[in-house]
């Protein structure tokens, strides 16, 4: 359940003890010092493991945390009777990042539009804002059809042929994208291209 600001850490814990539970303690932080705000609870008694659990809030979004699952029981284990599991790790989703890239196939009348959105953990949605002056954001008077990324961390090329334009014109445009993090569309920076003139007879 890992989202931009939130997610919920899990592991099991076996007690070791007949008649009476473990304490366990995540400690989580965004380095392996763990400075987060630890979150403990008790098993029930058992000699079998049981699964725990603990929600996580107010994180902050694109961001590697690390975090570990340690127990205490009441029986002695070495050292101290506590254990600890080794150190896990969860990067939180984040808004992504978009490059608008060049034009290619420019005519008379139509164009191909490239660049690369890096979903940053979430699948992000996509689109090329266009029109002939410049503008910012998705404040162009026209989109092209655009598409979807996958959830990965690494940056997608996407492209998309608009059509339907007028010769010998300047035409500016950008890409922008929008995932869970940033329902709010992100953009790339400005390029342009000129379409080509009508042939002379």
């Given at each position: 359940?890992?989202?931009?600001?939130?997610?919920?850490?899990?592991?099991?814990?076996?007690?070791?003890?007949?008649?009476?539970?473990?304490?366990?303690?995540?400690?989580?932080?965004?380095?392996?010092?763990?400075?987060?705000?630890?979150?403990?609870?008790?098993?029930?008694?058992?000699?079998?493991?049981?699964?725990?659990?603990?929600?996580?809030?107010?994180?902050?979004?694109?961001?590697?945390?690390?975090?570990?699952?340690?127990?205490?029981n009441g029986g002695g284990v070495p050292p101290g009777g506590t254990t600890c599991?080794?150190?896990?790790q969860f990067t939180t989703i984040g808004a992504p990042t978009v490059t608008t890239?060049?034009?290619?196939?420019?005519?008379?009348?139509?164009?191909?539009?490239?660049?690369?959105?890096?979903?940053?953990?979430?699948?992000?949605?996509?689109?090329?804002?266009?029109?002939?002056?410049?503008?910012?954001?998705?404040?162009?008077?026209?989109?092209?059809?655009?598409?979807?990324?996958?959830?990965?961390?690494?940056?997608?090329?996407?492209?998309?042929?608009?059509?339907?334009?007028?010769?010998?014109?300047?035409?500016?445009?950008?890409?922008?994208?929008?995932?869970?993090?940033?329902?709010?569309?992100?953009?790339?920076?400005?390029?342009?291209?000129?379409?080509?003139?009508?042939?002379t007879p």
């Amino acid at each position: 359940n890992v989202t931009s600001t939130t997610a919920t850490l899990n592991g099991k814990v076996n007690p070791k003890d007949p008649d009476a539970g473990a304490d366990w303690t995540f400690s989580w932080g965004t380095t392996t010092a763990y400075t987060g705000t630890p979150v403990s609870g008790t098993t029930a008694a058992g000699e079998t493991a049981q699964a725990v659990s603990a929600p996580l809030t107010g994180l902050s979004p694109n961001t590697t945390y690390h975090y570990k699952l340690c127990a205490t029981n009441g029986g002695g284990v070495p050292p101290g009777g506590t254990t600890c599991s080794g150190d896990q790790q969860f990067t939180t989703i984040g808004a992504p990042t978009v490059t608008t890239g060049a034009s290619s196939s420019v005519a008379q009348t139509a164009a191909t539009l490239a660049g690369t959105v890096d979903p940053n953990g979430d699948p992000s949605t996509w689109k090329f804002y266009f029109g002939t002056s410049s503008s910012s954001g998705t404040s162009y008077p026209n989109s092209s059809t655009g598409g979807t990324t996958g959830s990965g961390t690494t940056a997608v090329p996407v492209s998309d042929s608009i059509a339907g334009l007028t010769g010998n014109t300047t035409y500016f445009y950008r890409l922008c994208a929008t995932n869970t993090a940033s329902p709010t569309p992100i953009c790339g920076n400005e390029q342009q291209f000129t379409t080509q003139d009508a042939p002379t007879p």
